[in-house]
């Protein structure tokens, strides 16, 4: 049984992930001067990577003045509850990170456990009572401030750093990123006299701005490519009953053993050598651009890849994935064959220094079979030009591999250019190939299941 409340408890908002410092209140699920019961949901909240509810840590009547559609700063007062529904109001409640002080009685709703510090934010230990935000690490690292000489306890935000130490208020940029001289880019303006309509971006997006923006500021990319023979990945696809993208996935986390410059990050004039191998692999299909991580890649067997690749993909189709699916990433993987790209230009992720795209199959005049491209963008402050054309070299050969213990008798066969099942393979699923001709009068064949997206 719910004890009585003794004093109002103020409700504050947790960090749900490292790189929001607020959350959109997305809907009250309870009306103003209702009695809930501890663990009730009390609202739902929106983050740039999932939506999460708040759940009331004990029982009582809620109050709150926040309007749903606001943007909320982490640690500041949600709601209060209370025994008579008639507590007052802080002041400090409409102030960001004040609802963190010790002396007030707050209590944080509970949450899945907090994602481990990213490897950029790493400062001085903060004083005791003391919480800072990841911008607020950022302006004391750039400053080269201590800690301890900001006075204020509880949460301690970027604006507040600037304001104790007396600095004029920076652009928000991404943490560990860096202006040009100093000082704030002009937005761009619109073509003379041509009208155009504007559109708030989602929080998604602009999260993913931040970090390929962060990721290009902070890394000197550079980019080679090399053209594959198709036969050998498709072998590998066969042989073992699996998707493609596994078989990448499978041999690029056993080759980044081989080549640690590839598995890293440069920042503060060093460079970090990741000692785990945890490849991203980037989903597009209409829902956002989301990269769900494979932890310890090097580790894993084909067909263990393939069945977590095959639920990290169901988990995006249903906007089911956990945040902690989409952090600690080393390396990343963009596969747009299924888009049809035969080339493209893929870009640095924060706190990384290599990509690899994988394109679409493409037929020199009069040859078969195909070709696709291997796309490697790098950091040219942890690696070169030479070593990254041997990680290709190295990656074509392993997947050429496959085609040597595949039975010859099959390489000629029909197959299917988005699961590269074989006609043969089709046959005992009952499933069979369409002929299709693209745009530019090459022709393919697809399957019946991926016709029907199974």
């Known amino acids: 049984m719910d004890q009585p409340l003794k004093k109002p408890v103020l409700v504050e908002l947790p960090k749900e992930n490292n790189n929001d410092e607020s959350a959109k209140l997305l809907a009250w699920r309870v009306p103003a001067g209702t009695h809930v019961n501890a663990g009730q949901a009390l609202a739902e909240f929106e983050t740039s990577k999932t939506t999460f ?3 009331a ?86 400053h080269g401030l201590d800690p301890s000489k900001i006075a204020k306890r509880g949460l301690v935000r970027a604006a507040d750093v600037m304001a104790a130490l007396g600095l004029e208020k920076e652009a928000l940029v991404p943490p560990g990123a860096k202006q040009s001289n100093g000082e704030r880019v002009p937005p761009p303006l619109p073509a003379a006299e041509v009208p155009c309509r504007s559109e708030e971006i989602p929080r998604s997006k602009r999260l993913e701005i931040a970090f390929l923006r962060s990721g290009a500021q902070q890394a000197l ?34 080759l980044l053993l081989k080549y640690p410059s590839l598995n890293g990050f440069f920042a503060d004039n060093h460079l970090h050598f990741y000692r785990e191998v945890n490849i991203g692999f980037a989903f597009d299909a209409g829902r956002g651009l989301k990269v769900p991580v494979v932890r310890g890649a090097d580790t894993k067997g084909l067909e263990e890849l393939d069945l977590e690749l095959r639920e990290l993909t169901v988990k995006y189709l249903n906007d089911e994935l956990a945040v902690e699916s989409l952090a600690g990433g080393t390396f990343t993987i963009s596969d747009l064959a299924h888009e049809g790209a035969t080339f493209f230009s893929p870009l640095i992720n924060q706190r990384q220094c290599a990509i690899l795209g994988v394109g679409a199959e493409f037929f020199a005049t009069g040859e078969k079979p195909g070709w696709f491209h291997l796309t490697l963008t790098f950091d040219h402050q942890l690696s070169n030009g030479r070593e990254a054309t041997q990680f290709l070299v190295d990656l074509s050969r392993r997947l050429s591999g496959y085609e040597k213990v595949w039975d010859a008798a ?13 006609l043969s393979a089709l046959h005992e699923i009952k499933a069979h190939l369409v002929e299709e001709v693209g745009r530019n009068g090459a022709s393919s064949r697809i399957c019946s299941l991926c016709m029907r997206g199974l």
């Open 53 to 55: 509810e708040l759940y």
């Open 57 to 142: 840590p004990v029982a009582g009547i809620v109050q709150y003045r926040r309007h749903e559609g606001e943007e909320i700063s982490v640690g500041s007062i949600v709601c209060i509850i209370s025994e008579n529904g008639r507590a007052s109001f802080p002041d400090e409640c409409d102030r960001p990170g004040v609802a963190a002080q010790s002396a007030s009685p707050l209590v944080a709703a509970k949450l899945q456990p907090a994602l481990a510090p990213s490897p950029m934010a790493r400062s001085d230990p903060a004083p005791k009572g003391q919480r800072f935000s990841a911008r607020a690490r950022d302006v004391l690292s750039r």
């Open 221 to 254: 990319p550079s980019m080679v490519t090399l053209a594959c023979p198709t036969l050998g990945l498709r072998a590998g696809a066969e042989q073992a009953g699996r998707n493609v993208s596994s078989v990448i996935v499978y041999e690029v986390g056993r």
């Open 410 to 422: 099959r390489r000629d066969e029909p197959y299917c250019r988005q699961c590269e099942r074989t």
